[in-house]
């Protein structure tokens, strides 16, 4: 099945910075790798997604790339604000697959905006 | 347009007794998703359904967890003889009948005693 790892597991910055969280994944059928930021006690919020026929994606501050190739996917972003902070978590699937839509999430990076 | 409904929001069970846990999805998706997340780990798989119909339940435990998506009403996960393991949250998400993006409830922390 499919395996997804995520890096770092915590990541501190000072407002204005950007962000980087990386992911890899194994199954190479993997084809849809959406993005979602918990706060705490919420639900995951998906808040960009992109699909294997595009290298990158981006809405406002922020922007995913995605190298299929090496079989890894990044979230970036940009000029971070206080209320950036949350836990953010990677996932991978295959929606066209119905046995592989379900989602592997990777482990989630812990994101704290310092003002 | 309300989003993916979960009920009840917080359950506490002693050891030994069932729980049930409900998930509506949002209006006009056909596809249900149960997850769950242990304190302080991330999203784990467990079952996928659609009306009537179990998909895959590759990630559902063997013994004690069932779930089922009913022609009418909400989809439920069914917990019987709860151990203090099944402490988790979870959460259920649902998706459009395309099947790919995933919305997720609240979810529905439960407690073992």
């Known amino acids: 099945g499919e395996n997804v790892e995520q890096h770092p597991s915590t990541l501190s910055v000072q407002e204005g910075d950007s962000a980087v969280i990386k992911c890899t994944y194994s199954d190479s059928a993997s084809n849809y790798f959406p993005w979602y930021k918990q706060e705490l006690g919420k639900r995951p919020q998906l808040i960009i997604d992109i699909r294997s026929n595009v290298g990158e994606k981006k809405d406002q501050r922020i922007a995913v790339t995605l190298n299929k190739t090496a079989k890894h996917f990044s979230l970036h972003i940009t000029e971070t604000q206080p209320e950036d902070s949350a836990v953010y978590f990677c996932?991978?699937?295959?929606?066209?697959?119905?046995?592989?839509?379900?989602?592997?999430f990777g482990s989630g990076t812990r994101l704290q905006v310092q003002p | 347009n309300a989003g993916v409904m979960q009920n009840p929001r917080h359950l506490v069970r002693r050891r030994g007794q069932e729980a049930r846990l409900r998930c509506s999805p949002m209006?006009?998706?056909?596809?249900v998703y149960w997850y769950r997340q242990l304190p302080e780990e991330g999203l784990k798989f467990m079952v996928y359904?659609?009306?009537?119909?179990?998909?895959?339940e590759s990630g559902m435990p063997k013994e004690r967890f069932s779930a089922e998506f009913p022609k009418e009403g909400p989809s439920i996960l069914r917990i019987q003889q709860v151990v203090r393991g099944d402490s988790a949250a979870y959460f259920c998400?649902?998706?459009?009948?395309?099947?790919?993006?995933?919305?997720f409830g609240p979810g529905t922390r439960l407690t073992v005693l």
């Open positions: 209006k006009g998706h056909s596809h």
């Open positions: 998400a649902s998706s459009p009948p395309t099947g790919i993006e995933q919305f």
């Open positions: 359904l659609q009306k009537e119909n179990i998909i895959d």
């Open positions: 996932a991978a699937s295959n929606p066209l697959d119905t046995g592989r839509r379900a989602l592997t």
